[in-house]
């Protein structure tokens, strides 16, 4: 039996311990960086914790939406919209945490970074794409935002790296898990529109995913070693 | 050619790190020593108050001292990593 087929024909397991596995890894980082959030105060560490934070939500709800996609098809619509809405919202916050500088002042203060009027702007556009793709039954709307949030965020990684990747080496590695990042969100939307979710282009995608996580993992531990 | 700006992670360590080889120290020096205008000061102090980072004491003369407090020691110790985590992370 091949490989290929032995992750075929166990499809939905995989797809449970893939949910678990990126959940895991988020919330470990979320668990690293809130401690020096704690520390700090810091905004950016603010931002970038509540990004994994998300993902880990929609990791979280993916492992629920593979475990009831088979057992209810309501079930797995409502799940896979609160999916999206988590998707989107980490999305937002990764980049956030990237331009925050330029559109907070420095005196400007937040008791939650969860919900204020900046982020809540987050939270309506990303309600908006999840209700969307609900309506139209489709992953659309949700791929074409993070194509372009994850290619905003690229550019200013990258020119970050150009600035102080000598000084700052974990700075190639966060431009290329954002690489990886916009590359699995164009496969996504490709598979959609042309390759009708073929399971090659999905298992690309899916790894292409786990490097994108374990690259911010390995990051956060390296960098904060000490 | 001017020095550059200390950003605000930098002051806040100035400031701990001052009152750590002073143990306790008076509000006038600790205002000299952090090379702050007494405005900037007064933001920066209350804002370590109210982090917990350091604690204001009063004795019985009316004399108020500051002192660090254990989360504003962690602080000073995990300064490094953190500020090595925002410039790593473009944060």
Sequence with gaps: MSLYSLIVENKYILEIFYALIISSVCMLIVLKTDRFYQLSLHRGIRYFRNAFFFYGLAFGARYLFGLFSDFSLHYAFVLGMVFEYFFVMAGFFLFYSLIYKKVESPREHYKSSLLNPKIFVFHMVALIIAVLGYLWQTYYFMFVSQILIFFCSLIIVFSNYIKSGRQHKFLKFYTIAVLLGL???????????????????????????????????????????? | ???????????????????????????????????????????????LLTKGFIKLEIDEKEKKTFSLTKKGQDFLCEYKIIENFIENFGL
């Design chain 1, 183 to 226: 590359g699995a969100w164009i496969l996504n939307l490709l598979a959609a529109l042309y390759f009708e979710w073929s399971k090659i282009v999905m298992m690309n995608v899916g790894i292409l995913n786990i490097i994108f996580f374990l690259l911010f993992l390995f990051g956060v531990i390296k960098v904060t070693r000490g």
């Design chain 2, 1 to 47: 050619m001017a020095a550059k700006k200390r950003e605000r992670l930098d002051v806040i360590r100035d400031i701990l790190q001052k009152i750590k080889e002073n143990r306790q120290i008076k509000p006038t020096r600790l205002l000299y020593a952090s090379n702050l205008s007494p405005q900037m000061f007064k933001e920066y102090i209350n804002e």
